[in-house]
C-alpha cells in the first residue's frame, strides 16, 4: 500500500505542478509583461491564452485532485495516518484553489476570451486583468499548500 500512496502522490505532484507553474509564471512574469502593452493586444494575449488554458488545464488539475484523493483515501485505508492527513490537507488546498479560480479568475477568463474571439472590443478589459492577477497570490498559495502536502505524503508513505 505505501507504494500505491507514494505513486499517487507523485502523479498527484506532477498533475498540480503544471496549475501551479502556470500560475507562478502568471505572477511572476506575465503580469508585469502584461503593464507594457495596450488594451488591444492585452485582449489579444490574454483572451487567447484564456480560450486555450481553460479547454486544456482542467485535465492536469483533475488528474492532481483525484491523484491526491486517491492517494489519501488509500492512506487512510493502511493506516499511514500522517500520510492520510497530509493527503486530504492537499485535497483541501486544490479544492479551495478551484473555488476561488471560479469564483474570481473564471468570469474574467471568458470575458477576455469572448471580446478576443469578437474582435478585441472590452472597455473594462484593464480592470478585469488587474481583478485577475489580484487572485494569483491566493492562487499560488492554495498551488503551494497543496504541493508541500504531496511531498509530505510521499514521504509519509
Same mark, same amino acid.
Given at each position: $500500500? ?7 502522490? #507523485? ?7 503544471? #496549475? ?24 489579444? $494575449? $490574454? ?5 486555450? @488554458? %481553460? ?5 492536469? @488539475? ?8 486517491? @492517494? ?35 468570469? &474574467? ?7 478576443? +474571439?469578437? *474582435?478585441? +472590443? ?7 486583468? %488587474?481583478?485577475? %492577477? *489580484?487572485?494569483? @497570490? ?6 503551494? &499548500? ?6 509530505? $505524503? &510521499?514521504?509519509?508513505?
Amino acid at each position: $500500500m505505501t507504494t500505491a500512496v507514494q505513486a499517487l502522490a #507523485i502523479l498527484a505532484i506532477l498533475a498540480n505542478a503544471v #496549475i501551479y507553474g502556470t500560475d507562478v509564471f502568471s505572477a511572476v512574469v506575465q503580469r508585469p509583461a502584461l503593464a507594457h502593452v495596450d488594451d488591444r493586444a492585452l485582449i489579444a $494575449m $490574454m483572451g487567447n491564452i484564456h480560450r486555450y @488554458g %481553460d479547454k486544456r488545464l482542467p485535465v492536469p @488539475g483533475t488528474i492532481g485532485l483525484l491523484a491526491a484523493l486517491a @492517494g489519501a483515501i488509500t492512506a487512510a485505508v493502511a493506516g499511514l495516518a500522517s500520510a492520510a492527513i497530509a493527503g486530504f490537507v492537499a485535497c483541501a488546498a486544490l479544492l479551495a484553489w478551484l473555488v476561488f479560480f471560479n469564483k474570481v479568475a473564471a468570469p &474574467v477568463n471568458r470575458q477576455l476570451a469572448k471580446a478576443a +474571439e469578437n *474582435g478585441g +472590443e472590452l472597455p473594462e478589459a484593464r480592470s478585469l486583468q %488587474d481583478r485577475s %492577477d *489580484g487572485a494569483l @497570490g491566493a492562487l499560488v498559495l492554495f498551488q503551494s &499548500v497543496a504541493l508541500i502536502a504531496q511531498c509530505v $505524503m &510521499v514521504t509519509a508513505a
